[in-house]
């Protein structure tokens, strides 16, 4: 088997609830199932959202419920040059742009094109600076999503590696296979637009971060919950556009909160229980398919990466 590194990268924007714990342990028996190394990233790139101390106190939380990762973790706020690094590669392949627009511009700008089209809340962009700033002054930074169709010869593509399973792509469409979900596709150009890789109050998104810091680690398998299954096929056209190698992907079950969304802080999610560490691993892995376990932590752990094994096996 290829060398297997996984990881668990949270916000540190509230301690460690029912949901952030199953994929934590999702992520950490993927890890262990396939004698793999399990690391954890403190994605703090969106500092105006985040709390000071609460990546330490996350840590704590994984620690008390047996799930120690096997290297010091990383931290994004400490990462900025290596973003900065990727985001001038892309601007030297013209794959990135300046971009001056406001959400006002942008609403304005699709309503004379004569859509209306939002996705999860957002506008899809409609490449207004794709040719330009017109005079205006830049502010934030966007990746030319179209860049299959223009048939733009990109540097370095890397597709031989061996944790690639399916990619499959025609001019369009972003293909690939999640190891619970089967096989996904996305028009990103259409379905997503141009999108933002350094915000105008000069944060890297998100999409830029965890592909520089995914493939920095040497990451061959993400193992995060459903509701980022939707940000895959930027990430792995980010990949490409950077030349990086593509992970294989697993998307765990929501924990869902009384109001019938993901469980989040805004909806009352409350930071696990750590005095009874098996207690809130039982719950998250009722979630994940797996039964409740009584006695000791250690041998739960080692009961539920056995049947993991079984249910999540990685081909050759
Ligand atoms: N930091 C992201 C979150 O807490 C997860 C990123 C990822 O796993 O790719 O939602």
């Not at 096997?70 to 994004?76: C, G, I, K, Y």
């Not at 379905?191 to 890789?197: A, H, N, P, R, W």
């Not at 998104?205 to 920095?216: R, T």
Request: proline share 6%.
């Amino acid at each position: 088997m290829a060398t297997y590194t996984g990881r668990f990268a949270p916000s540190p924007t509230g301690p460690l609830h029912a949901g952030s714990l199953v994929a934590a342990l999702a992520s950490w028996l993927d890890a262990k199932a396939h004698s793999g190394q399990w690391l954890v990233r403190i994605e703090d790139v969106d500092t105006a959202r985040c709390l000071p101390g609460l990546g330490r106190l996350i840590l704590q939380q994984l620690a008390d419920c047996g799930l120690v990762p096997d290297a010091p973790p990383v931290v994004q706020s400490r990462r900025s040059a290596l973003y900065q690094q990727a985001l001038d590669q892309l601007i030297a392949q013209a794959l990135a742009y300046p971009c001056a627009c406001s959400r006002k511009d942008i609403e304005t700008n699709l309503r004379a094109q004569g859509h209306t089209s939002e996705r999860h809340g957002e506008l899809i962009y409609p490449g207004t600076c794709r040719t330009g700033l017109q005079g205006r002054v830049g502010r934030a930074w966007r990746l030319r999503t179209d860049f299959y169709a223009s048939n733009k010869p990109l540097a370095h593509i890397n597709t031989a590696r061996a944790a690639i399973q399916t990619i499959a792509n025609n001019d369009t469409h972003v293909c690939w296979t999640d190891r619970r979900l089967g096989l996904q596709q996305q028009n990103v150009p259409a379905e997503v637009g141009d999108f933002v890789l350094k915000r105008a109050d000069g944060c890297f998104a998100y999409q830029l971060a965890v592909v520089v810091d995914d493939a920095a680690q040497g990451i061959s398998d993400v193992v995060r919950g459903e509701d980022l299954a939707d940000n895959t096929a930027r990430q792995i056209l980010l990949q490409r556009a950077l030349g990086l190698p593509t992970p294989r992907y697993l998307h765990t079950p929501l924990v869902l909160g009384a109001n019938g969304e993901k469980l989040s802080k805004q909806n009352g999610a409350a930071p696990i229980d750590t005095t009874e560490p098996l207690r809130a691993l039982n719950s998250a892995a009722a979630v994940l398919g797996l039964p409740g376990q009584t006695g000791n932590l250690t041998d739960a752990l080692a009961t539920w990466i056995a049947m993991w094994l079984r249910r999540y096996p990685i081909g050759p």
